[in-house]
């Protein structure tokens, strides 16, 4: 079992930074990957990045490349999105999911756990 928190979200003008925080417990954190994905109002669950266990790989969707950097603390059983020239378009619920297969991969299928989500609101 793994249980997921996140933390971090707000109100932020269009440019600004954010940086969320996914705290974990239950299972060896070092053990599985870490995916970070966003849902808009009416809109599916899509993915925006996600890192190995160990924290050696990083996979991101195309519309946060360069602007997203997604990472992790085994030590402290954390992983974090910190998030740059926020825009618009970013806004939604943010969530952190445990990919036990440690699969950096974008098919939410992959994620059996998930925290439960923190909002994200960027004004234009």
């Known amino acids: 079992q793994v249980q997921l928190v996140e933390s971090g979200g707000g109100l932020v003008q269009a440019g600004d930074s954010l940086r969320l925080s996914c705290a974990a417990s239950?299972?060896?954190?070092?053990?599985?990957?870490i995916g970070w994905f966003r849902q808009a109002p009416g809109k599916e669950r899509e993915f925006v990045a996600a890192?190995?266990?160990?924290?050696?790989?990083?996979n991101y969707a195309d519309s946060v490349k360069g602007r997203f950097i997604i990472s992790r603390d085994n030590a402290n059983n954390t992983a974090a999105l910190r998030m740059s020239s926020l825009k618009s378009e970013d806004t939604a619920v943010y969530y952190c999911?445990?990919?036990?297969?440690?699969?950096?991969?974008?098919?939410?299928?992959?994620?059996?756990?998930w925290g439960q989500g923190t909002q994200v609101t960027v004004s234009s």
């Open positions: 890192i190995s266990p160990k924290g050696d790989n990083t």
């Open positions: 239950g299972r060896i954190f070092s053990s599985y990957a």
């Open positions: 999911g445990a990919n036990l297969w440690g699969r950096i991969t974008s098919r939410l299928y992959e994620y059996g756990y």
